[in-house]
């Protein structure tokens, strides 16, 4: 099972919500990764956990808080986004970070700030 | 800090023909090298990985190759249909950092 889930796959908040991202894994990954991709431009690394540690964090504002509560799910909380958030937010694993494994990805949460 | 940059931005193609998308690099130090598909609104489908040790690799119509001394890949499509009309990114992998992207190449195939 190569697969990574991500829930829900579309998500239309206002500028005062709290929401969260879930992504899956059941393939034994140790490495998971936040993605951001804009309209017609490519995806840009927000955090990349190791372990179940934050290993980069590509200095992401503090409204997008990232979790890793066990080696199988990624969390990402929003709070207090703004419009310019809007983006497809894309979660991916791969074995360890670091190396020449290849990197498996979501079908990507669909996130709308109004 | 590496760039990776694809060209063309944009092509379109009839149906049949073969075609190459260019992707290069600026740091050869990198793992491995992704090709990446992408439809309108959708997440990234992967349709090659070609190690740094390795030269090329193929997948049904699809032929990746690489040089890292020159710091350049090609994404080969052959017999291009329809179908094959979509965004394609290449991306590389380099240590102490995840996936590099390119802004992609947006094919387009007529019928």
């Known amino acids: 099972d190569t697969e990574v889930t991500q829930t829900p796959k579309h998500l239309v908040m206002g500028m005062t919500n709290k929401k969260s991202l879930k992504c899956e894994q059941h393939m034994g990954h140790r490495a998971m990764y936040w993605y951001k991709q804009k309209a017609k431009k490519p995806p840009e690394l927000m955090f990349v956990?190791?372990?179940?540690?934050?290993?980069i964090n590509e200095s992401v504002p503090s409204r997008f808080s990232p979790e890793c509560p066990n080696s199988s799910l990624l969390n990402l909380h929003l709070h207090a986004l703004q419009p310019e958030d809007s983006a497809l937010y894309l979660c991916?694993?791969?074995?360890?970070?670091?190396?020449?494994?290849?990197?498996?990805f979501g079908p990507g949460t669909r996130l709308t700030v109004t | 800090k590496q760039e990776v940059t694809q060209i063309p931005a944009a092509l379109s193609v009839p149906e049949g023909e073969n075609l190459v998308l260019n992707c290069s690099f600026t740091?050869?130090?990198?793992?491995?090298l992704q090709w990446f598909r992408q439809d309108p609104g959708k997440g990234l489908t992967s349709l090659l990985l070609?190690?740094?040790?390795?030269r090329e690799q193929t997948s049904g119509r699809l032929n990746a190759s690489l040089d890292k001394s020159s710091g350049r890949s090609t994404l080969y499509i052959a017999a291009s249909q329809p179908g094959d009309s979509a965004t394609y990114l290449c991306?590389?992998?380099?240590?102490?950092?995840?996936?590099?992207f390119g802004k992609g190449t947006t094919l387009s195939v007529s019928s």
């Open positions: 991306a590389a992998n380099q240590a102490g950092t995840a996936l590099i």
């Open positions: 740091d050869s130090a990198i793992y491995n």
């Open positions: 991916a694993s791969s074995q360890v970070i670091g190396t020449a494994y290849e990197q498996y």
């Open positions: 956990y190791s372990y179940e540690k934050l290993s």
């Open positions: 070609i190690q740094s040790s390795q």
